[in-house]
């Protein structure tokens, strides 16, 4: 009986034993299972250095892509377009001819134009040229030809004179005697009167008149020549032919040059649009950093693997107010070497206003607020809870923020905490107990 006493309380011995090297095993293994998951979270903490870099300070703004200008091209003169150079699409140059309107109403009226100019420049050449040689030398020989009969009519009166005198001739023709010889005087005064004339050439006033008659019809030939000039049809700037609204054929009407495409008409040939141009709008807190000739980099939303510059070339003086924000237009060239960029593309504008050079930087996510006021939670060493540090911040480029004072280069700054283990990021109550809003797992969250 004693003997199986003593073999049951060995049996149990040995269970409880058995059961306390497992609970001891067991014991053990947790407390390195939750060591081991504690150091694993810990090591998923997330810190940033405090850095000294230099950072590129952009302004960034939504544009649109604009032609720098576009017109409806259209004859002078409403007519028949007789022939059209230039499709959609198609890029010229100033000057280059686009189309060709019929001219040939303008025939008649350049052939009579070109009639009456060569009759007013002989008159012209004939008073300037003054009289024939032929004319002069007649008129000579009329004055000796007068001389002449002056002369003999002289002698005759001479002769009759006497013998009126011894009463051998009557006093009648004594009288007709005197008559043919104050004739025959007044003859002489004419001729060489005429003579003079010839040798003078033309008077002031006839050169002056012969000059204006071949000025109007040198004016009457610009005239009808400018009407056919006009029949050609020339790209007034360098562009696009964007619009098509003609063919051959067509009868086309002059219209407003500047008018908008949408409201064109077929009484237009075509329109031509510039190269591009990007216009944005911007803030008026940011005008202040915007200059003429800056640089700027631009993605379109139909190409965002690739990026284009430009450079802004002018910023408007009157400010627009949509929805109750204050915007000015800034306009900027583009580089677009494969005309890939379509008017009424949706551009995203990135202004390079300048450097900040070798500033502190952190992660703008890093920055809470606490009641001691803004400032960040620097990583504690071995096992350490993070402790804060009140910090001054300066500009903040896109995910990146300037710390003024508070910091230096080479310190840990806290992005995440382990479950449970984020301090409470409070903001100082305007109502006193009244607490702060408590953030989230990150140091930034709010």
């Known amino acids: 009986m004693k003997g199986r006493s003593k073999k049951r309380l060995s049996k149990w011995l040995f269970i409880l034993l058995t059961l306390s090297v497992v609970g001891l095993g067991g014991y053990v293994a947790y407390t390195q299972y939750t060591r081991a998951q504690r150091q694993e979270q810990r ?39 007789q ?3 230039v499709q959609e699409g198609d890029r010229v140059e100033q000057g280059e001819i686009l189309a060709q309107m019929d001219s040939s109403s303008f025939a008649g009226a350049l052939t009579q134009a070109k009639g009456q100019l060569a009759a007013a420049q002989a008159v012209l050449q004939r008073v300037l040229a003054g009289n024939r040689t032929q004319d002069i030398a007649q008129a000579e020989a009329r004055v000796r030809d ?20 011894t009463g051998a001739l009557s006093q009648r023709e004594y009288n007709a005697s005197l008559a043919e010889r104050d004739r025959a005087v007044a003859q002489v005064n004419q001729a060489k009167q005429a003579l003079s ?38 790209a007034p700037f360098s562009g696009v032919v964007s619009r098509k609204f003609a063919d051959p054929g067509s009868f086309v009407t002059p219209t407003t040059s500047g008018s908008a495409v949408s409201s064109a008409t077929s009484s237009s040939i075509l329109a031509l649009a510039a190269n591009n141009q990007v216009v944005a709008k911007v803030a008026e807190t940011s005008i202040p950093r915007i200059q003429l000739g800056q640089s700027v ?58 450097q900040l050079a070798n500033v502190l930087v952190i992660p703008t996510v890093a920055i809470v607020r606490q009641e001691e006021g803004t400032g960040v939670l620097l990583a504690g060493k071995e096992g350490g809870r993070a402790k804060f540090q009140p910090i001054k911040t300066g500009i903040t480029v896109n995910d990146k923020t300037v710390v003024t004072a508070g910091l230096q280069a080479g310190q840990q700054v806290m992005l995440s905490f382990p479950p449970g283990e984020r ?13 702060g809003n408590r953030g989230g797992d990150r140091p930034g969250g709010r």
Request: proline fraction near 5%.
């Open 83 to 85: 022939e059209l150079r």
């Open 197 to 234: 004339l010839q040798q003078a050439g033309a008077r002031p006033e006839d050169i002056a008149q012969a000059r204006a008659d071949v000025t109007r019809a040198e004016g009457q030939l610009q005239t009808v020549e400018s009407q056919i000039n006009d029949t050609v049809i020339r």
């Open 146 to 165: 007068t001389q002449a009969a002056l002369r003999q009519a002289e002698q005759v009166f001479q002769q009759n004179q006497q013998l009126f005198q």
């Open 297 to 354: 980099t631009l993605q379109a939303d139909a190409f965002p693997d690739d990026t284009f510059t430009g450079r802004v070339t002018q910023i408007a003086t009157q400010s627009t107010v949509e929805q109750n924000v204050t915007n000015f237009e800034v306009k900027m060239s583009v580089t677009d070497p494969k005309n890939r960029l379509k008017a009424g593309m949706n551009m995203n504008v990135q202004f390079n206003v300048g």
């Open 43 to 81: 090591r998923r903490v997330q810190t940033a250095t405090v850095k000294q870099e230099s950072l590129d300070i952009t302004i960034t703004a939504n544009g649109v892509v604009q032609p720098e200008q576009s017109v409806n091209v259209s004859p002078k003169s409403a007519g028949i377009l």
């Open 423 to 435: 301090p409470p990021s409070r903001t100082p109550s305007l109502i006193p107990g009244m607490g």
